[in-house]
């Protein structure tokens, strides 16, 4: 014991085929299947997330990847998660367009309690025989065809191959040098609300607005998560003037009549949203999942799906053990990045009503310039 009373761990050390960085869905996912296939995986994380993460929605594509992996009961309808029926999207004109998850080919997604679905993924590791250390990665180095890595407790770990699995942070490839691009500025403000009216719709409302958009959910214990995704000068002003949260909803008549009034709960939580891409997301020794990889705008819907699959994909890569696994891994990547790329594009120019405005001009600049061919 140290002289604070603390377990010294100083010494602690662990010598393992693949340490990962990162206990999020990415994490999680490829830790589970490397272990499953006999290889020693520590997965480390302080489990310090800078803000809770309220209203999330797996896709059904999402739900269908769990259920294929034997982890469907992480992912049920029930007292955590509320099934999302479908959404009303408000963006380009006035009026709300409809779209039923009856027409998914992979069925309804689920309004998630993000806490709940982490931990319940984490149990699923440590079943499968992963070891855990409550704690974050803060240094590595290259030792001996491994790595040396350093715990921000003292402990430290020698692994073959090192998953980053950080999330936005991406903890380990920034401590490599590799290079990331942040494609758009966006900040998220989300608050619980109480609406007054149409309290058990099961649908997403998305509605755009002259300064950014909001998304509204209903969550499995009845009350709504609405977000408000705008430039990070509006997020910090809005975040700080209960008038000006007020008035940014009643730019948004549909949700405004939609809810009917609403009682907020306090205070308002700020989530960095914008995109982010490596460019490359793998190298000798290592691998980037998740949004350590490639985040999302979260007008995609499609981040947790990408951490599920990227995880997954990235373990198959490694027990493949060949280059080609390997480039084939990163091609994918670079795939969904360019599809990403297009498709936030062509959402963003939609929306015409306020091409004068700062937040509808940045999105469609990063529009513009995501879209031209990277040079050399
Ligand atoms: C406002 C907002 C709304 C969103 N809404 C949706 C949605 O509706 N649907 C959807 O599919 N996606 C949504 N997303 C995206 C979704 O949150 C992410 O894509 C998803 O969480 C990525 O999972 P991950 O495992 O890659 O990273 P994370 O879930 O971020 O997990 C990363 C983990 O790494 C840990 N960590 C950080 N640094 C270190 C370190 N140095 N050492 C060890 N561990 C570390 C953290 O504690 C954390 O547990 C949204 C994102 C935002 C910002």
Sequence with gaps: MSKSGKADLRHEAANVDVLIAGAGPAGALAARHLALAGRSVLIVDRLRPASPRLGETLPGAGVRLLARQGLGAVAEAGAHHAPVGGGLTVWGGP????????????????????????????????????????????????????WHIDLHDGRCVRAGVVIDATGRAARV?????????????????????????????????????????????????GRWAVGYHTLPKTAVQIRQSSDLWAATLSAAPYLRDCLGPIVWAEPGIVREAGGIGLSVS?????????????????????????????????????????????????????????????????????????????????????????????VG
């Design 95 to 146: 009026h709300a367009m409809p779209s039923d998850a009856l027409r998914d080919p992979y069925g309804p997604g689920l309004r998630l309690d993000r806490a709940q679905f982490d931990a319940a993924l984490r149990s699923a590791c440590r079943a499968a025989g992963c070891s855990w250390w409550t704690a974050n990665l803060q240094h590595l180095q290259r030792d001996e065809g491994g």
């Design 173 to 221: 490839v920034r401590r490599l040098g590799v290079s990331h691009q942040r494609t758009s500025e966006l900040v998220a403000v989300y608050r619980i609300a109480h609406p007054a009216t149409n309290n058990d719709l099961s649908r997403t409302v998305i509605e755009a607005t002259p300064d950014g958009w909001i998304y509204a959910g209903r969550l499995a214990d």
């Design 282 to 374: 793998y190298g000798d020794g290592w691998l980037a999942v998740g949004d350590a990889a490639l985040a999302f705008d979260p007008i995609a819907g499609q981040g947790l799906f990408n951490a599920l699959r990227t995880g997954l994909a990235a373990a198959e890569a490694l027990l493949a053990a060949t280059p080609s696994a390997l480039s084939a891994y990163g091609a994918e990547l670079a795939r969904v990045a360019a599809i990403y790329a297009g498709r936030r594009a062509a959402l963003y120019q939609a929306e015409t009503r306020w091409a004068d405005r700062p937040f509808w001009q940045a999105q469609q600049q990063a529009a513009i310039l995501a879209a031209e061919p990277a």
